[in-house]
Nanobody, 123 residues
């Protein structure tokens, strides 16, 4: 299983970024995908997931209404569109999968992770 996240960078408050995560080594289109983040000095938190078949999604309250998760099964890629970014969104962002499930069973069940991409929101 390989997950390669990209698209992070420095952005001003109120700005936008789009993260991508290219997946390989497993049946991507049959697996739930998620995005996590870890801010400096804090624990890693799950912020969004997307199921495979029904496309069901959900978001943490901290990002709801600002972030959008999507997936392209033809490209084995999951995306995270981030708008109205705030300084508190500064973190390393990771994509992950639960290789044993095609639907969300809880963020604790995600068991394969990418290397992370740093997002810094600052003026």
């Amino acid at each position: 299983v390989q997950l390669q996240a990209s698209g992070g960078g420095l952005v001003q408050p109120g700005g936008s970024l789009r993260l991508s995560c290219a997946a390989s080594g497993f049946a991507f289109k049959y697996r739930v995908m998620g995005w996590f983040r870890q801010a400096p000095g804090k624990e890693r938190e799950g912020i969004s997931y997307i199921n495979n078949s029904d496309g069901d999604t959900d978001y943490a309250d901290s990002v709801k209404g600002r972030f959008t998760i999507s997936r392209d099964n033809a490209k084995n890629t999951v995306y995270l569109e981030m708008n109205s970014l705030k300084p508190e969104d500064t973190a390393v962002y990771y994509c992950a999968t639960d290789v044993d499930s095609d639907y969300f069973r809880g963020y604790d069940e995600f068991d394969y992770w990418g290397q992370g991409t740093l997002v810094t929101v600052s003026s």
